[in-house]
Nanobody
Framework: QVQLVESGGGLVQAGGSLRLSCTASGSMFSINAMGWYRQARGKQRELAATITKDGRTNYAERVKGRFTISIDNAKNTVFLQMNSLKPEDTGVYYC?????????????????WGQGTQVTVSS
């Protein structure tokens, strides 16, 4: 079982910045990739950014040039630096992890989600 705990959300004015972090914990696992997804009220959850353990990144068009995702493999932690925030960035940001768990000499893939952290950008 892998648990994901997010932090760093809050209220900020348009043009401001926030930094989200998410740490994965558990036993006998390794991270393959982590990411952030946003869910606005009444909307589906959608990609913001992802990063693999070797640093390959992918960004949604709407955040390119404003958001930067990074990963600390030693600490199983992913960060999302959000700059030049806009009101339309408002939503609950969920951390996601793709991992491999090990047990009894076998390995299996898994996917986990955090509980989400609220980001509100006022105009």
């Amino acid at each position: 079982q892998v648990q994901l705990v997010e932090s760093g959300g809050g209220l900020v004015q348009a043009g401001g910045s926030l930094r989200l972090s998410c740490t994965a914990s558990g036993s006998m696992f390794s991270i393959n990739a982590m990411g952030w997804y946003r869910q606005a009220r009444g909307k589906q959850r959608e990609l913001a950014a992802t990063i693999t353990k070797d640093g390959r990144t992918n960004y949604a068009e709407r955040v390119k040039g404003r958001f930067t995702i990074s990963i600390d493999n030693a600490k199983n932690t992913v960060f999302l630096q959000m700059n030049s925030l806009k009101p339309e960035d408002t939503g609950v940001y969920y951390c996601n992890a793709h991992f491999t768990s090990y047990s009894g000499g076998t390995s299996r893939p898994g996917v986990g989600w955090g509980q989400g952290t609220q980001v509100t950008v006022s105009s």
